[in-house]
């Protein structure tokens, strides 16, 4: 509720969850959480799953003027079949929308062992 700008925690929301996988192993878990503000905005059927996983996967980024991501390396933390020891990576994600209003919570979760980053740092340090 805090992430989404809601002081307590008595509001409707859509909670998604997206599993990803390669050939038959799970490399990376995604939930995201709307509420009913966003449902009625963006008029989306509760009942078409398939509208909502892409709603979910695609279409919020589109919505959204920018985010505040945070990064984290933990301990499997909810991915199938990882065993304790094995490093995940945790991007959790408020996009904002008009006037840097909190419209989505995104949580991704990835087997550190299955993905690779690089970044860019910018001169001068």
């Given at each position: 509720a805090?992430?989404?700008g809601k002081e307590?925690?008595?509001f409707l929301t859509l909670a998604v969850v997206l599993e990803y996988?390669?050939?038959e192993e799970q490399v990376a878990i995604s939930t995201v959480i709307f509420d009913v503000h966003c449902i009625e905005k963006?008029?989306?059927d509760i009942e078409?799953?398939?509208?909502?996983k892409k709603f979910a996967s695609e279409e919020i980024y589109k919505l959204?003027?920018?985010?505040?991501?945070?990064l984290s390396v933990v301990q499997s933390e909810g991915i199938k079949g990882l065993s304790a020891e094995t490093p995940v990576i945790v991007f959790e994600?408020?996009?904002l929308g008009e006037n840097d209003t909190?419209?989505?919570y995104c949580k991704h979760r990835l087997n550190a062992l299955k993905y690779r980053f690089s970044l860019e740092r910018k001169a001068p340090f």
């Amino acid at each position: 509720a805090n992430e989404m700008g809601k002081e307590n925690s008595g509001f409707l929301t859509l909670a998604v969850v997206l599993e990803y996988y390669q050939e038959e192993e799970q490399v990376a878990i995604s939930t995201v959480i709307f509420d009913v503000h966003c449902i009625e905005k963006y008029h989306i059927d509760i009942e078409n799953k398939e509208f909502i996983k892409k709603f979910a996967s695609e279409e919020i980024y589109k919505l959204s003027r920018r985010a505040r991501t945070v990064l984290s390396v933990v301990q499997s933390e909810g991915i199938k079949g990882l065993s304790a020891e094995t490093p995940v990576i945790v991007f959790e994600e408020i996009l904002l929308g008009e006037n840097d209003t909190p419209q989505f919570y995104c949580k991704h979760r990835l087997n550190a062992l299955k993905y690779r980053f690089s970044l860019e740092r910018k001169a001068p340090f």
